[in-house]
């Protein structure tokens, strides 16, 4: 969960609660000429109230609005498949490196650098071990 640190401004607070009234939007109209007809309307009421130089009042808009939002929620809001709670989300598979050992040489050879760069970083990484815990007993490396 994004919890967000530190003060957050009304300007902020307002683009946050104009976003979130779209996308309920969305989930109300299925239909794009729709939807896009009532996001005018939408974008025309904030608009509207764009200028308010009286933060008493803004603030108040912004309550209200706050309000109004949470009364006509849809019931079952759309997610976007890698938002979270969508259907997606957090599913990116992260493939360990040992699979790129297993690629056939003419991949490989699509990608010279990278291997290149690759090969030169697993050479550094085991004169770090071997720097660090000694190289391994022979004995040890045969099952």
């Known amino acids: 969960m994004n919890i967000p640190s530190g003060i957050v401004t009304h300007t902020r607070q307002v683009c946050s609660l104009y976003k979130r009234a779209l996308r309920n939007l969305e989930s109300w109209y299925d239909r794009r000429e729709i939807y ?17 130089k009286d933060m008493a009042v803004a603030a108040c808009l912004l309550e ?11 019931y079952q809001p759309l997610k976007k498949a890698n938002s979270p709670g969508g259907c997606a989300f957090e599913r990116e598979v992260e493939l360990p490196d040992w699979v790129f050992d ?3 040489p003419l991949e490989k050879a699509q990608y010279p650098e990278f291997f290149a760069k690759r090969e030169e970083r697993k050479n550094q990484f085991v004169a770090w071990w071997e720097n660090q815990y000694g190289k391994p007993d022979p004995k040890d490396l045969h099952h």
């Open 64 to 74: 209200e609005g706050e309000k109004e939002l949470f009364n006509t929620m849809h």
């Open 36 to 52: 896009r007809y009532r996001a005018l309307l939408l974008r025309k009421r904030f608009d509207d109230n764009r200028n308010v």
């Open 102 to 104: 297993y690629w056939h």
